[in-house]
């Protein structure tokens, strides 16, 4: 579609992990050609990581800052998390902007960079204005910059040809809080790990284990992740079955010992989506072992004692009916394994308005 067309909105979608200058293009060109902007925030209600280190509210907030005010009461934000599966993605995003949109003229305004960029096809109903590079900058380069090594003045000069200037000054003072250190530590150790092994594909196997309502996680005890709740699960070793490495990985990070795990497998199902693991292409096949279909399970209110180790800092038994609330905890797309296997329910997200967006800023900036 033209550009020189004018639409009652256009959407903006991207996970703006920061918000730069490229991105500050296209929303300025959105902002042209459309009466209200619509910015979808991916990978929404995620726990931190080095991929994803900003929240969808802090990253709403940089977007904010750096509009004139006119501007910013055009906009609003459409958080949404990622579902590893595109058709899901896609409905649940139609489904946020026609609640917001109704019958108006649509647009949505993007650049297609490479396969990262593909979710750009997932909306056949809508005009789409294909927009060139905006620049040379890209937020993985961003990220390579902002954890680094470099001196608080040597870091804000680097980044003065990269950010808006407001969203310069709210990294700056981002980057004195301890969880700055926290995903420094995490991008380090993702830089190490594919240093060592590259960037795959690997194959893991997972273990999701229910007994009486509960589920059992780990809490990870190294980076990637570390400090993160899991599912029990690892690399496959070379001479194991998937259900033989899913079982080890169980009884060496929790020291469950299921002697018979083919007796109460429910399910299998592999999880293979390029983004899934900041690691690299990781392939997984999670295998679902329900304890309380086996006559022989312990009872109910008395659980097994489960323990850390190897690569867990900690096991613990959680009710199943309290795992929606901990989706921000789980490590990579973990939350949506267990949504797979266990009906999760999942909760909708609503489009946030300027003015809460503007509190939000004040929030983030006094942390």
Avoid at 181 to 195: G, K, L, P, S, T
């Amino acid at each position: 579609m033209s550009q020189n067309e004018h639409y009652d909105v256009t959407i903006l979608i991207g996970r703006f992990q920061p918000f730069h200058n490229g991105h500050a293009a296209l929303l300025a060109a959105a902002l042209e050609m459309g009466d209200e902007v619509l910015v979808v925030l991916g990978s929404a209600g995620q726990a931190r990581s080095a991929r994803n280190p900003f929240t969808w509210e802090e990253r709403a907030a940089m977007i904010a800052a750096s509009l004139v005010e006119a501007d910013a009461a055009r906009v609003a934000f459409v958080p949404m998390r990622d579902f590893y599966d595109d058709s899901l993605w896609a409905a649940a995003v139609e489904r946020a902007l026609r609640a917001r949109c109704g019958d108006k003229r649509i647009a949505l305004v993007g650049f297609h960079k490479d396969a990262s960029s593909d979710y750009l096809k997932c909306f056949p109903d809508w005009a789409f204005v294909a927009m060139t590079r905006q620049g040379e900058v890209d937020a993985t380069a961003v990220r390579q910059v902002y954890f680094g090594d470099d001196e608080a003045d040597i870091l804000r000069a680097r980044l003065a040809g990269l950010l808006p200037e407001a969203v310069v000054a709210m990294l700056m003072d981002w980057a004195r809080l301890p969880v700055h250190a926290a995903m420094r530590a995490e991008h380090r150790a993702i830089v190490q790990y594919r240093e060592k092994w590259g960037a795959g594909p690997f194959v893991t196997v997972d273990a999701v284990v229910t007994l009486a309502g509960h589920v059992l996680l780990v809490r990870r005890g190294r980076g990637p992740g570390k400090g993160s709740w899991a599912v029990p699960g690892g690399f496959l070793e070379g001479r194991e079955r998937l259900s033989q490495g899913a079982l080890r990985e169980l009884r060496e990070e929790t020291g469950l010992d299921i002697q018979h795990g083919g007796d109460i497998v429910r399910a299998v199902a592999v999880f293979d989506h390029p983004d899934r693991s900041a690691r690299g292409r990781i392939i997984t096949h999670a295998h679902w072992f329900d304890m309380g279909s086996n006559p022989a399970a312990s009872n109910p209110e008395h659980l097994p004692e489960v323990r850390g180790a190897d690569d867990a800092a900690e096991a613990r038994w959680f009710r199943i009916a309290d795992l929606p609330a901990m989706e921000e905890t789980l490590f990579e797309d973990h939350f949506h394994i267990l949504d797979h296997f266990l009906g999760l329910k999942k909760m909708s997200w609503e489009v946030i308005p300027g003015a809460r967006i503007r509190e939000a800023q004040n929030e983030s900036t006094s942390r």
